[in-house]
């Protein structure tokens, strides 16, 4: 019997190229990927284009029926994404703390994803349901906003109709929500920062086998 | 073949008997039960003399090893709720929004559950992880609470490494992240003042039938 | 003896012109406007070209001490808007509720103001420091995300060491955190929506009476 | 001209005598009170006899018109500290981290004070209205539950129409909303933890100032 290969996606809203958030992001996919049958991919959201939803609600209405794609408003890289999130079995999206939340382009991302909602008349309507959501942020102070971050990412997926993981069974002596990284006492500016954070680095193994574990219960 | 008949479990941190979190609750498990296989059950913890935790951390140390009931500081009521914890499927914890939050009395209830945490060295270890978790909360004012009183008892349920599920897919006009009700315009000592509440006791069958849905879904 | 004329400042970040937030947003500034001596002004961020913080952190570098603005890597309208922070006495920001939280719009804007934080190097530096803050939200369901809105919104005001307050002395059954309205039971798009809110509305006239009340608790 | 001494009440809600919270609250009041004028209390809830409120609303009826004190279900331990919260200048509220909230302990104190609410009939209406509020967490874990513990405490006073602060102007490598400590990498059981914390103890100097300065501009 074939065994069907599951996929996990992981969004890094931060702008910074190879900065905390990737890295950790990257640890946690990677852990992922130790389990067999199971497939990770990142998106970088600095390398696409999108823009802000301008809260037409086109997506909500007949005009939305028969499109290749749930937005009616903008033809931008946010066509890239929509397929990539319709297609995983699990997602992982990793934020800086920016002000206590995730980053404008992170949100901009998740803003742009009304027409997956119960709300859209769009074929892309419940793209995102019953699938598996954890979070990953890295604040630059030590309890600098992470939890609210990881709280701004949950509440994404429950909008969204998805299972919201956190951190997993195991000791947790970084954090419950999810991946929960500091680069202090380095400055954020410090590209290498979150590797010497092993709080950080267990906790984004942790959802990166957690994940896998919730996919795998659930039979997908 | 013998179907595994699974639970869902229900639990009122109201003070009131009869008040409007009661019945609520009592909506959304009677929706629960309309699926075939399922059944459930509402504790009222009004009806169970619990003492608030001392932090004396016995649970977490082998003298909790050999013992019947997790904690050691405290023969009491939850020796009662112990079992029905670890033998459900499914949690639905509801309260009445006090100051934004939870009751003491429920928080009560969740701090002295520390014994059935990973920490723990008690055969009540992880007698939460994996189960299924939705929230429920009554609020005298419209928006007085009840989204952090939700979060409140998803953050309970995060660090049982539960997995946590809200409204489902259907319209949500009343709230994601789980049931919510108002009493408003009546006051909160009003009894039936929730059955005028169309959005609440919408939100409440909702995640009657969610939590069904994902242990169905987990195959449990 | 002359006396100061104290300045609050609104906040829109909704992208729909004349939409409901902005309404909400204009009666609350407008009933702070009844006060003597209290003058107020509303930007919408809609109509300001703001780029998307990079995370180059140059304004908490030596190359910001002498500039004009705080921000180096982006000269656009946020240099319009750095003023009328570093110049209101009281801020009150508004967002639709998106996915539980504020608009990308919102968020960017409040990203670009690094640069206005205890770690600027820029003259901008504690440019919101003990100002007094308020937060308004509208969402299309009733329980939608208008808390955790509000708080994102507070998270701001902490970081930038704000005085925040929430919506007074009076009655509250809209809301504690800020003004709270939903657009529910019309659709998000109709404009008017609002104006039947009669507890949203109520909340506006109080967060405006607030942040006066206050700003001249301060004696500012 | 006789200037008046300011109080600031610090509040305990830790179970354990002599615990990292109480420690951290010790030194947060400390700093408080090197500022002239300024005289500072600390209770430690567990001294204290309070019964769970029992949602009876008496404290809102015109039964209460007349009585010495807000709470007519209850003659406890509770009528000691009516009178401090309302002769308090600013308050500090501390918690050890109890799944991501307060203490059931802490959460029965909050909910006695009903009485002091704008709903109130008795003469302690009002009590903590406008006094400057600041709060403090201590989790076993890094990331465990400090944020949301703070603001548990922050929905509290802004229920009770307090001012609310986080900590300060200065750098604040801890956290933005206020004293925010772990007891981690040591057991939470141990009693001299927080001292190694250097950022938990900063944070709660802080803490301790910013209060101070806020009454002080205040003007109270």
């Known amino acids: 019997m074939a065994v069907r290969i599951k996929t996990i996606l992981g969004v890094s809203g931060s702008p910074r190229k190879d900065g ?34 301008n809260s037409c609600f086109a997506c909500c209405t007949d005009a939305a029926l028969d499109k290749e794609f749930p937005c009616l408003s903008f033809n931008d890289d946010m066509n890239l994404l929509y397929p990539k999130l319709a297609e995983c079995d ?3 999206i990793g934020s800086p703390v920016f002000f206590g939340s995730v980053t404008a382009q992170l949100k901009a991302f998740m803003d742009r994803t009304e027409g997956l909602l119960r709300y859209s008349k769009s074929k892309w309507k419940y793209s995102l349901s019953n ?5 990953l942020a890295v604040g630059g102070n ?10 701004t990412i949950h509440y ?16 947790t002596p970084g954090c ?8 202090f006492p380095e400055k954020g500016k410090v590209r290498e920062a979150i590797l010497k954070d092993d709080l950080g680095l267990k906790s984004a193994k942790m959802i990166g086998r957690r ?9 997908r």
């Open 20 to 53: 905390n958030v990737d890295k950790l992001l990257q640890i946690a996919l990677k852990e992922a990927a130790r389990t067999q049958n199971i497939k990770t991919e990142i998106v970088y959201l600095r390398d696409y284009k999108i823009e802000n939803c």
């Open 90 to 92: 699990g997602l992982i």
């Open 131 to 135: 699938k598996v959501g954890a979070g």
């Open 142 to 151: 030590r309890n600098g906003g992470q939890e609210f971050t990881l709280q």
């Open 156 to 171: 994404f997926y429950f909008v969204h109709n998805m299972i919201v993981v956190g951190t997993g069974p195991e000791l």
């Open 176 to 183: 419950y929500l999810g991946a929960c990284g500091t680069t």
């Open 211 to 219: 994940v896998v574990e919730v996919i795998q219960l659930l039979g």
